[in-house]
Nanobody
Framework: VQLQASGGGLVQAGGSLRLSCSAR????????MNWYRQAPGKERELVAS???????NYADSVRGRFTISRDNAKKMVYLQMNSLKAEDTAFYYC????????WGQGTQVTVSS
């Protein structure tokens, strides 16, 4: 499995979770990495991006609450999620840019209101 997300779970609104993504990619440090999420009945959306140099971008809906980071030595990408809201409930995935066809294992985040 090249991409494996973990760290999801059930949390109350206002709580925090830290997602991890193990990315077994050759030349991992050369790729921008992204976190995506998909809620039931909705399209997959881009949540956060980090360039190979560490520059970050966020969807308006999560800016100021989520933080993406990476560890090139460990080939890991992280998503720290604070002040969680019910609308953050979704399956979360990571992928490189450009994305691999195989999205690997996502992780479910459920926020109870």
């Amino acid at each position: 499995v090249q991409l494996q997300a973990s760290g999801g779970g059930l949390v109350q609104a206002g709580g925090s979770l830290r997602l991890s993504c193990s990315a077994r990619l050759n030349a991992f440090s050369a790729y921008a990495m992204n976190w995506y999420r998909q809620a039931p009945g909705k399209e997959r959306e881009l949540v956060a991006s980090i360039s190979r140099l560490g520059n970050t971008n966020y969807a308006d809906s999560v800016r100021g609450r989520f933080t993406i980071s990476r560890d090139n030595a460990k080939k890991m990408v992280y998503l720290q999620m604070n002040s969680l809201k019910a609308e953050d409930t979704a399956f979360y995935y990571c992928n490189r840019q450009p994305p691999l066809d195989n999205w690997g294992q996502g992780t479910q985040v459920t926020v109870s209101s």
